[in-house]
């Protein structure tokens, strides 16, 4: 079956401007998660959704949202960008929401800001 | 919150060689995962193991719960073997749960 998709793949922005990251899960899967993995801080949490409800959310500024449809697929909201912003934002989706499900990753969004 | 702790941080291989990569958590786990992430990005499921031991083909994995480690051998590595591992640690419950990374081995296998 096909696996996690990410779109788009790669995106430049300018700082102030925001982006929309969209996240398709395995079929079937009903939990999507995000991350941001940079050199220095390496991968983080975002947020988690589950049945179209965040069941959890990391340590991040308000600038960064999302939402889950009644498909599953998910999208996530960064906005008035910071060069700071810059990072692979992946998605993982799981079966199971919270404790106990296996992760699948998509190939990420690679997101630049200047 | 846990601190996921991996070592080596750094490896490099000579084709064929054995190695034995490490992760240590500071607090009980509900899960763990091995990823292996592709020059690309792409994080690929390695092992998906709490507990116990598992073998898929050269790499096989072992989680010692108790004692709050994990290990993840390669058997004759092979260039492709290169990437970054991580390993990810599931701790709390319900709406508490997250995911942990650790701050992963780059592994470089050469010729």
């Known amino acids: 079956k096909a696996g996690v998709t990410q779109t788009p793949r790669y995106l430049i922005k300018t700082r102030g401007q925001q982006v929309t990251l969209s996240c398709s899960p395995i079929?079937?899967?009903?939990?999507v998660s995000w991350y941001q993995q940079t050199p220095g801080q390496g991968l983080q949490f975002l947020f988690e959704?589950?049945?179209?409800?965040?069941?959890n959310k990391g340590n991040f500024p308000g600038r960064f949202s999302g939402r889950q449809f009644s498909n599953s697929r998910s999208e996530m909201n960064v906005s008035t960008l910071e060069l700071g912003d810059s990072a692979l934002y992946l998605c993982?989706?799981?079966?199971?929401?919270?404790?106990?499900?296996?992760?699948?990753f998509g190939e990420g969004s690679r997101l630049t800001v200047l | 919150g846990i601190q996921v702790e991996q070592s080596p941080p750094d490896l490099i291989l000579q084709e064929g060689a054995n190695s034995t990569l490490r992760c240590n958590f500071s607090?009980?786990?509900?899960?763990l995962q091995w990823f292996h992430q592709n020059p690309w990005g792409q994080l690929i499921n390695l092992f998906y193991?709490?507990?116990g031991t598992k073998q898929n083909g050269r790499l096989s994995a072992t989680t010692v719960a108790t004692e709050r480690y994990s290990l993840l051998y390669i058997s004759s590595s092979q260039t492709t073997d290169s990437g970054v591992y991580f390993c990810?640690?599931?701790?709390?419950?319900?709406?508490?749960?997250?995911?942990?990374f650790g701050t992963g081995t780059r592994l470089q296998v050469t010729l």
């Open positions: 607090d009980s786990v509900n899960n």
């Open positions: 959704y589950f049945s179209e409800t965040q069941r």
């Open positions: 193991i709490p507990s």
């Open positions: 990810a640690v599931e701790s709390g419950t319900g709406t508490a749960s997250k995911l942990t």
């Open positions: 079929s079937g899967h009903r939990s």
């Open positions: 993982a989706s799981s079966s199971l929401g919270g404790a106990g499900g296996e992760l699948f």
